[in-house]
C-alpha cells in the first residue's frame, strides 16, 4: 500500500490503468511495462516531468533506455 498524500503518475490503456509511485519514477527514468495488450513506456525527464508513450512502431513493440539529456535510445537499431 503507498503511504498517505503519496504522490503517483497514472495512466490507462487497454481498459487497464497503472499508478506509478514518484519516488520509482525517479529512481529509474525509463519504465517499460505493459498494460493490457499495450506495451508502454514511461519516460521521467527528473522533476515532475513525465511522458508515456504506446511504443509499439509498425506492430513491434520497442526497447528503450536512457541515452542523454532528452533522448531514448532502441535497443536492437541504437538509433535515437
Given at each position: 500500500p503507498l503511504p498517505p498524500r503519496a504522490l503517483v503518475a497514472g495512466i490507462a490503456a487497454d481498459g487497464q490503468a497503472r499508478a506509478y509511485e514518484a519516488s520509482r519514477l525517479t529512481a529509474e527514468?525509463?519504465?517499460?511495462?505493459?498494460?493490457?495488450?499495450?506495451?508502454?513506456?514511461?519516460?521521467?525527464?527528473?522533476?515532475?516531468?513525465?511522458?508515456?508513450?504506446?511504443?509499439?512502431?509498425?506492430g513491434r513493440a520497442l526497447l528503450l533506455a536512457p541515452a542523454g539529456v532528452g533522448q531514448l535510445r532502441e535497443a536492437e537499431t541504437r538509433s535515437l
Open positions: 527514468p525509463v519504465i517499460l511495462d505493459e498494460l493490457g495488450e499495450v506495451p508502454v513506456v514511461l519516460w521521467s525527464g527528473g522533476g515532475r516531468m513525465l511522458r508515456a508513450f504506446d511504443r509499439r512502431v509498425d
